[in-house]
Antibody, heavy 121, light 109 residues
């Protein structure tokens, strides 16, 4: 049974760094055909893809957020971590992690429940 | 970035109706198009991948079609559990730069 679960702070102050963790089970982060992506959704708005990482450590980032994002993985803990620097109130959103595939690419077939992060002083 | 535009933004329909949602890409994307269903307060669920392939646990009343820039999601015989927001997403970009449509909210008439 594939599961993903996001964890992290509920409230972050502007200019701080946000660190989110995705804990996975039911598949391995060393599987060469699988990866994990982060996607966010501001309240009442659409989904926005942020970043992804594959087992061979291939990483990709949203062009608009590339300078602020870092994605990494800890295979021993079955976790994928996303850090976002210099957060702003516009970064308030529910952050989802999702499993993705080498092929077909960019298909998110399992999702975590999401973690709501509020950026406010 | 490839822009994805869905229409309509919202739609009212009745149980048993057949509905169609359209998604247009700002440039050709082959069949690198996925559809998701999201209910309020829940994570999205994959329905259709590669434009027309039905995920194994999704009811066959859902279908997808299209290629290039124009795509459709069709739901035959709407069921009460189908009222939700639907998103298209392109997975054509390489290196990955995936984008979603703005969503179509399907409401009960």
């Amino acid at each position: 049974q594939v599961t993903l679960k996001e964890s992290g702070p509920v409230l972050v102050k502007p200019t701080e760094t946000l660190t989110l963790t995705c804990s996975v089970s039911g598949f391995s982060l060393t599987n060469t055909r699988l990866g994990v992506a982060w996607i966010r959704q501001p309240p009442g708005k659409a989904l926005e893809w942020l970043a992804l990482i594959f087992s061979h450590d291939e990483k990709s980032y949203s062009a608009s957020l590339r300078s602020r994002l870092t994605i990494s993985r800890d295979t021993s803990r079955s976790q994928v971590v996303l850090t976002m620097t210099n957060v702003d109130p516009v970064d308030t959103a529910t952050y989802f992690c999702a499993r993705t595939h080498i092929s077909p690419p960019g298909t998110f077939d399992y999702w975590g429940q999401g973690a709501l992060v509020t950026v406010s002083s | 970035d490839i822009q994805m535009t869905q229409s309509p933004s919202s739609l009212s329909a009745s149980v048993g109706d057949r509905v169609t949602i359209t998604c247009r890409a700002s440039q050709p994307i082959g069949t690198y198009l996925n559809w998701y269903q999201q209910k309020l307060g829940r994570a999205p669920k994959l329905l259709i991948y590669a434009a027309s392939s039905l995920k194994s646990d999704v009811p066959p009343r859902f279908s997808g079609s299209g290629s290039g820039t124009d795509f459709t999601l069709t739901i035959d015989s709407l069921q009460p559990e189908d009222f939700a927001t639907y998103y298209c997403q392109q997975s054509f970009s390489a290196p990955p730069m995936y984008t979603f449509g703005q969503g179509t909210k399907l409401e009960i008439k």
